[in-house]
């Protein structure tokens, strides 16, 4: 592999998030500068000195709309990065790109979005009497009754099923550690609701296997990231959450159209997740052994069990049994999504991962893991994906 | 189900397919100069990288690979329950369909699986609309 890539150059110098709720009552814009501002009054640095802001390809707030709206100097530099939840690892990797480059030196990288009182993922977007065309290849799905991500998801989970043996009662275990972890974070979503076993059981079916405790919350809320170099981050407010390593991957032959299209991919449960994880850790000079804390994304329990096993956590196909042993608990061998994650804490998208591995690092977690010093943060497979890793200075 | 969600059919893309569709085949994109099956559709052979590709039929028959059964609605003209099924077709590697089959049905990797047409009368062009759809295999085909 191409060995140019560069650790621990940037630094994430400060986090913001604004309040997660169902109903936020204001604009997505409003919740991105409370996350953004928030972000920078933790590192300790002035609105005025932001020079670049990265997006997520779905948020409805542009660049410039962010600048204005928190006051920051002209703008040396905008992008994006996605699709959708595969985006914020990759955002926080464009910004280090856009630092490392010198096109800019402080780069504010968020996510806004009313998931639940404007645009919401688990309806279908699809009225139209008529669907597909345009190359998104829904043409192929939508008229067969395959309309959202859930459905999607759950076909992945019966194939996994299928050929592995997972079992309900094991797959429980995702969001029961999740729900364990948001009921000390009193800013999740379900911080004052616990969850036993028969409440998961329970639940109602939604699309077999996946039951409503397998899915995501809907959550209206923002997190951003301040992105800075190492050397400025040390003499900042907090301690800086150094970047060991970013990785982007699509996989080989990830198909055309964005997630439905993965069902026709050589083996539907391939995910790029595994070329991730590769590249990852080689930049990184560090392997799942070295990890302290694991913010896998979670649109979907299944999602994250897939990539328990793709960034070496256990061997193919052993997921089940690896998160039935308790080694997702803040003293097991994988500390899993210790704010809750989008099950229980809230659902903004991937971009409160990156959050939580930060003060993972910092050890101002509600879950922490005891001397943490390397956090792993992943966004969603498929149909791309992005990781990071994160280490204290 | 009465009122339906129709496939666009007149995408540069994908429209082949229901050329074919609307003359009762199930088609698949393939190379002419090296067979191989492309699909979902793409500009160049995933086999050769020719751009030489024609949509062909192929057996109108398949197994269960995976398989859901939808509880929670989430479009009007999808009344749950129903059962979306993964169908892997014979005689082609990796080669896959999806079908719908109204109420829950029971599935598993032996189910087998024939195509059928249904036509969906012109779009609001005129072109004609024909959905290939999937039924269980009987005995008697």
Known sequence: MDDRWQRDVCAIAGVGQS????????????LAADAALAALADAGIDPSEVDGV???D?????????GDAIGAGNLTYYGEAGPGGSGPCAMVAQAVAAIMSGQAKTVVVFRSLNGRSGNRFGLSAELDPVIGGAETFTEFFGPYGLLSPGIFFALIAQQYMNETGLTSEQLANIALVARKHANNNPTAQMYDRAMTLD??????????????????LETDGASAVVVT????????RQPPAIIRAVAMASGPRPQPGQMYPVLMRENPLSMPSRYCAETLYTRAGLGPQDIDSAQLYDCFSITALLQIEDYGFCAPGEA?????????EVDGAMPFNTSGGHMSEGYIHGMNHVVEGVRQIRGHSSNQVAGASVSLVTSAPPPSTAALILVSA | MSA?????VDDPASRGFFELAANGELGVLTCAQCSTRTHLPRPRCVGCGGKNLEWAAVVGSGRAKSWTVVEHQVHPLFPVPYTVVLIELDDEENIRMVGHLPGRVAVDESTEFVVDFEDLGPDRNGNATVLPTWRIATDNG
């Open chain 1, 229 to 236: 170099t190492t050397e400025r981050a040390k003499d900042l």
């Open chain 1, 320 to 328: 089940g049994g690896f998160i039935e042993s308790g080694q997702l």
């Open chain 2, 4 to 8: 339906r969600l129709a496939p666009r």
């Open chain 1, 58 to 66: 779905m948020d409805l707030v542009s660049c410039a709309a962010l």
């Open chain 1, 19 to 30: 309040a997660f709720s169902k109903y936020s009552g204001v604009s997505v814009t409003a």
């Open chain 1, 54 to 56: 990265v997006r997520n």
């Open chain 1, 199 to 216: 409440d998961y059981m329970g639940s109602r079916m939604l699309s077999t296997p996946l039951r409503l405790f397998d899915y995501c």
